[in-house]
């Protein structure tokens, strides 16, 4: 019983810390869209280049470049690498491109050996690039019409070396709808941003590939794409190397500045967060078994203990009382989850499901590292070491 008790108080104080987060970041955290209106007419401004890799992208390239068109930001140029694409992606560039002369189209060459296809893609737009800013954006995503102009401004005024941007993601199938409040909830009630931005522990940090805005000068000292070469995790291990090289990282909020559009279905979703989530662990099965136990602790003994009472109609009532605190608690912090990235509320109800469908799809990541089963569209991912 004193295991037990131990267990469920353990519980209880993460998920006080997990509010106490969330409570802080939601005063804290800086969102883009604040700056919309106090930009200055005139002030001195250098050239940013907006880099996008683009492979089959032909449901979303065509809504990510008419945004860009519309950006307010003066001046700026438009890469745009088609990365042997096999749908009508180039043609749909090319007539953007024809319409604006800031947007200019490459064709991508084969990846050495040893690289990965985005990252490869990354670096061939870097050397075209000739902007002071570089700004990394995924063809799935759309900027609204300031946006480039407050990270910029923002960037400037703060010496930042990299800002990225929390997006808001659009959902379209049922695993989008489940699992993205998750994604959120994972980074907004867990990583406290006034801390994160302090401290120099690289492990301490986010960022999203979906917008990206580095210094030339900083992403040039981290060794660029060049230095993640053969790592499916571009964002995330950029935002590590720039803190471990002593630069100057910063996480923004993006509701209504950063908009990413819902992948084709359910089966596209699966691949894309199961590609990512094992590198987040460093390919460790020791801490993936770290983060398993407590995930798991948090998000089912208290349900398990509450759903025990009223199935035997016994129990320890103090037990049973921390459990209700616990349950209250983490439906505190998935309502404001919800309601701030504008996810169902139904969601809150349904936070058990989310916690184990996620958890499902990284043990299909780990296994499927260990394995080199991983690939992403169409592309097998090179063989990673796997970490005891």
């Not at 802080?24 to 604040?34: D, G, K, M, V, Y």
């Not at 917008?211 to 499916?232: Q, V, W």
Request: hydrophobic content about 45%.
């Amino acid at each position: 019983m004193e295991f037990f008790a131990v267990v469920h108080v353990s519980v209880f104080f993460v998920l006080v810390l997990s509010l106490l987060v969330t409570i802080s970041n939601l005063r804290f955290i800086n969102s883009l869209t604040e700056y919309y209106d106090h930009l200055p007419e005139r002030y001195s401004r250098d050239l940013v280049s907006i880099l996008i890799p683009a492979r089959n992208e032909e449901r979303s390239i065509r809504e990510c470049l008419e945004a860009l068109r519309t950006q307010q930001y003066d001046p700026l140029e438009i890469i745009v690498l088609d990365d042997n694409s096999t749908d009508s992606t180039p043609q749909i560039i090319k007539s953007i491109a024809n319409a604006d002369a800031r947007i200019r189209m490459i064709y991508g060459v084969v990846a050495p050996d040893g690289w990965i296809g985005k990252q490869w893609a990354c670096e061939q737009l870097y050397k075209e690039a000739k902007g002071k800013y570089l700004l990394f954006v995924d063809a799935d995503t759309v900027l609204a019409q300031d946006t480039v102009s407050a990270a910029v401004y923002e960037s400037r005024n703060k010496g930042i070396d990299l800002l990225t941007v929390v997006p808001q993601r659009i959902a379209s199938c049922v695993t989008e709808r489940i699992l993205y409040p998750f994604v959120d909830w994972a980074i907004f009630c867990w990583m406290p941003m006034t801390t994160a931005h302090k401290v120099k522990n690289p492990y301490l940090s986010a960022a999203f590939g979906q917008f990206m805005l580095f210094t030339r000068d900083a992403y040039e000292k981290i060794g660029r794409h060049s230095a993640i070469r053969n790592n499916p995790l571009d964002d995330i291990t950029l935002g590590r190397i720039i803190k471990k090289h002593g630069l100057k990282w910063m996480l923004m909020e993006g509701i209504g500045s950063v908009k990413v559009n819902a992948y084709p279905g359910n089966v596209e979703t699966f691949k894309s967060l199961s590609r990512s989530i094992f590198p987040v662990f460093n390919y460790s099965i020791t801490v993936f078994a770290m983060f398993s136990i407590v995930l798991l602790a948090v998000g089912f003994i208290p349900i398990y203990d509450l759903v025990s009472k009223l199935i035997t109609s016994s129990g320890n009532m103090d037990i049973n009382f921390i459990s209700v605190l616990s349950v209250a608690l983490i439906a505190v912090s998935w309502s404001v989850i919800c309601r701030k990235y504008n996810h169902g509320m139904w969601v809150v109800v349904c936070y058990p499901v989310s916690i184990a469908i996620i958890w499902l799809v990284a043990l299909y990541s780990m296994i499927s590292y260990i394995f080199n089963l991983t690939n992403w569209k169409n592309r097998k991912i090179i063989k990673q070491k796997i970490r005891v």
